[in-house]
Nanobody
Framework: QLRLVESGGGLVQPGGSLRLSCAASGLTLDYYAISWFRQAPGKEREGVGCISRSGRSRNYADSVKGRFTISRDNARNTVYLQMNSLKPEDGAVYYC????????????WGKGTLVTVSS
C-alpha cells in the first residue's frame, strides 16, 4: 500500500512562496501519477494539478496556472508543489493523491498540510 505524507505548509504573506512536499512510502512512486488538491473551509475540494509518472506531463487548474509548479524526484520518492505569488484565496488544506494516470481515479490520499496566506 502506498502511504503519502504532505509537509511544508504554514503561514505566508500574500505574494510569498511555499514549497509543499508529498513523500511516498510503501511502494515506489514511479508507478503513480500524483495530483494535488486543496480544500478551503466551507468550500468543496478542488484539483490544483497533476504530474504524470514520468514527470513529462503536467496540468494545472486555471486558478494556479503560471504561479504553481509540480515536480517530482522519483529517486527520493517525493513530489513537490512550488507555490509562488500566493493569494489569500490560496489558503486551504493541501492534499496529494496517487493514481495510475492523471485522468484516472485517485487510489491513495495523504492527510493534508495547512497553508494560510495572510498579512
Amino acid at each position: 500500500q502506498l502511504r503519502l505524507v504532505e509537509s511544508g505548509g504554514g503561514l505566508v504573506q500574500p505574494g510569498g512562496s511555499l514549497r509543499l512536499s508529498c513523500a511516498a512510502s510503501g511502494l515506489t512512486l514511479d508507478y503513480y501519477a500524483i495530483s494535488w488538491f486543496r480544500q478551503a473551509p466551507g468550500k468543496e475540494r478542488e484539483g490544483v494539478g497533476c504530474i504524470s509518472r514520468s514527470g513529462r506531463s503536467r496540468n494545472y487548474a486555471d486558478s494556479v496556472k503560471g504561479r504553481f509548479t509540480i515536480s517530482r524526484d522519483n529517486a527520493r520518492n517525493t513530489v513537490y508543489l512550488q507555490m509562488n505569488s500566493l493569494k489569500p484565496e490560496d489558503g486551504a488544506v493541501y492534499y496529494c493523491a496517487s493514481s495510475t494516470g492523471c485522468s484516472d481515479g485517485m487510489d491513495y490520499w495523504g492527510k493534508g498540510t495547512l497553508v494560510t496566506v495572510s498579512s
